[in-house]
């Protein structure tokens, strides 16, 4: 089992910033890719960005050149760093670990964009 907790949500006005953190636990020797998905309200969960053990990232193109993914192994914490923040951003992001078995999904963080 993993366990994912993600932190770093809230309300920012457009153009700002915020940094989401996730942390991992438990059987984190099985997660090979981690991952930032997205959902707003009425719509499906989107993946915003990826980031494998070897370190090799992708993005979404609505948020390449704004948002960065990273991960520090010996925190067991994923990080998705965004900047210039848009009003369509808005959205609840949930951090995804992905294992050979089974996805593990954390319980998801509020993002709100201001116009």
């Known amino acids: 089992q993993v366990q994912l907790v993600e932190s770093g949500g809230g309300l920012v006005q457009a153009g700002g910033s915020l940094r989401l953190s996730c942390v991992l636990s438990g059987s984190i020797w099985s997660i090979h890719t981690m991952a930032w998905y997205r959902q707003a309200p009425g719509k499906q969960r989107d993946l915003v960005a990826s980031?494998?053990?070897?370190?090799?990232?992708d993005y979404a193109d609505s948020v390449k050149g704004r948002f960065t993914i990273s991960r520090d192994n010996a925190k067991n914490t994923v990080y998705l760093q965004m900047n210039s923040l848009k009003p369509e951003d808005t959205a609840i992001y949930y951090c995804?670990?992905?294992?050979?078995?089974?996805?593990?999904w954390g319980q998801g963080t509020q993002v709100t964009v201001s116009s």
């Open positions: 980031i494998t053990s070897g370190g090799n990232t």
């Open positions: 995804k670990g992905s294992s050979r078995s089974f996805p593990y």
